[in-house]
């Protein structure tokens, strides 16, 4: 019990100290609600319309999951040939560099062309900012296993597929786990930035279409709500993997 309270109690007391300084702030600046409001409305906010938050938080939650789910199976799918075929990668590596380096908010109009307002223009720009860290660490996860082993594997006549099943992903996971790890945290980055721009289905609000109407009403405190909620959105997701990992893979890491 004691372990588990030195781990909880500084981050709370931090949080606790933040609210108290927060406050304090506004009442010693005199800082008017519309640039910054007090700790209270904005718990205010998230009390009087927990409603309409938490159904925009569902939707931009199922979008930023359904977009990241995607990038994990089709970056792995990615790092597997990029990783057995040297030429594929040379050719075509350069091309998922640049797809990371174009800025979300240039190629936003043009999914919106294609895909039209709603959840899948989302889901796709969710994808997109999702993928390149699974393609990274697990494309390097896969090519640094190690050539002793390699040439072991070699002398007892293992085929490719028995090579990378039983040698190059266990030894990759802890690179793997790394680059889904950093991509849970840019999905939830995705789905609200995808919803500023996509996000307008009627009837389907997500957190984003709430961040982009409250600034335009100067409603901060339903902005800080959003953010809140957002945040916390990611740091499950980002908890979720980490404890995968902890479970479902702990013989395949320990292994690695």
Known sequence: MWSYLKTILPPVLCLI????FWDLLIRIGRIGPYLLPTPWAVFQVLFDRSGDLFS????TFISAVTGFVASIFVGLAVAIFFSEFRWLRISCYPYAIFLHTVPIVAISPLIITWLGYGMISVIVITFIISLFPVITSATNGLLESREDLQELFELYGASRWQKLWKLKFPSAIPQIISGIQ??????IVGAIVGEFFAGHEAGRYGLGYYMFTAQGQFRIDILIAAILISTIQGIALFGGVTL??????????IAG
């Open 182 to 187: 950093t991509a849970s945290g840019l999905a």
């Open 17 to 20: 100290v933040f609210v108290i």
């Open 56 to 59: 925009a938080a569902g939707i």
């Open 244 to 253: 995968f990992a902890k479970t479902a893979l702990k013989r395949w890491m």
